[in-house]
């Protein structure tokens, strides 16, 4: 099975950029669509952004539409999230996903129930 791995999360102020990167264990990542959510304090887990093998087409949630972007290098076995003018409420642990048994994904593409693999998190703190 494979394994995911998050990086690049810290502590930054509101405005900054991060960039995540989600490292997969296997070269089968290439046939794996991707997602990332996100846990704040309290809070359920929400979705962010998803991806598919190829690249296209990539989703988001509405509240990081326009700041945040997914992508992923197949040849690296990795995917990331870049994000840009991050605000405090951008503050929650993230988490990589993967569909391990297939490259697309379904209209439940925000739903966490259409993934099979994650990773163990990694955090963000965005100060005012």
């Known amino acids: 099975q494979v394994q995911l791995v998050e990086s690049g999360g810290g502590l930054v102020q509101a405005g900054a950029s991060l960039r995540l990167s989600c490292a997969a264990s296997k070269r089968t990542f290439s046939n794996y669509a991707m997602g990332w959510f996100r846990q704040a304090p309290g809070k359920e887990r929400e979705f962010v952004a998803a991806i598919t093998w190829s690249g296209r087409p990539t989703y988001y949630a509405d509240s990081v539409k326009g700041r945040f972007t997914v992508s992923r290098d197949n040849a690296k076995n990795t995917a990331y999230l870049q994000m840009n003018s991050l605000k405090p409420e951008d503050t929650a642990v993230y988490y990589c996903?993967?569909?391990?048994?297939?490259?697309?994904?379904?209209?439940?593409?925000?739903?966490?129930?259409?993934?099979?693999?994650w990773g163990q998190g990694t955090q963000v703190t965005v100060s005012s």
């Open positions: 996903a993967a569909k391990s048994h297939t490259a697309y994904l379904s209209v439940f593409y925000a739903s966490s129930d259409e993934y099979d693999t």
